[in-house]
């Protein structure tokens, strides 16, 4: 496990073309078929939108919380690691992050989820037409609220969790977050794409 601790410069992985996402999306579809989840993070939006405006860096999924032992079952099954990570800068200027490998039933994971992102053990899915990233938020539904399971979201159901669909070109239906709660987590997020997200989505909603 040791071997699997990474440092990552600037806290993110090199960017992948877009392009190949929806034949992603088809091979993630068949790792989780039957567990109840959502396509969530920028992702989503260009699949309501139905094109690419930048790049992305992993594929983002939310489940119910009760889920996470069936989806971490499926993942390890399929060859991938769970891992959690904490950013850091040296003197401020040189920005990175540790990534560690946690199991879903460890201490960093039960009593609080963190930010998760499943791996691939195998190192072959850096072909362009597999996923090497998945990053997993765990959720609850408390009080009418949606409440990341990190602790870093919460905000009131006030649409259906799911906004849209996307079928891939093997007819996977592809579930989407609403962008309305998309915009809800980036709102939170200080980065350049997240205000571009945060614009998309606007002028989104602006047209319908």
């Known amino acids: 496990m040791l071997t699997r601790i990474q440092l990552l410069r600037d ?17 993630l579809a068949e790792l989780l078929e039957g567990i109840p989840w959502l396509l969530a993070g920028g992702l989503s ?3 309501k939108l139905g094109r690419f405006y930048r790049r992305h860096y992993d594929v983002d999924v939310v489940f119910p919380l009760e889920e996470f ?3 971490d079952r499926a993942m390890r099954e399929a060859g991938y690691f769970l891992t959690t990570y904490r950013p850091f800068s040296i003197f401020g200027a040189m920005k990175m992050a540790l990534s560690v490998p946690v199991r879903v039933d460890g201490p960093f994971v039960r009593h609080r989820p963190r930010k998760l992102k499943y791996r691939d053990a195998t190192g072959a899915r850096r072909h ?3 996923l090497s990233v998945v990053e997993a938020m765990p959720y609850r ?6 409440a990341s399971c990190d602790g870093r979201y919460r905000f009131p159901l006030v649409v259906p969790l799911e906004g849209h669909r996307v079928v891939t070109p093997r007819g996977h239906a592809i579930p989407c977050l609403n962008l309305h709660y998309v915009g ?6 200080a980065h350049p794409k997240h205000t571009q997200d945060l614009a998309v989505i606007a002028a989104q909603h602006g047209t319908t």
């Open 184 to 189: 809800e987590i980036k709102k939170r997020i």
């Open 141 to 146: 539904v408390v009080e009418g609220c949606f």
């Open 69 to 71: 032992p069936r989806v």
């Open 11 to 27: 806290g993110e992985e090199p960017a992948e073309e877009p392009s190949v996402y929806l034949e992603r999306l088809g091979g």
């Open 45 to 47: 939006i260009p699949m």
């Open 128 to 130: 362009p037409h597999l």
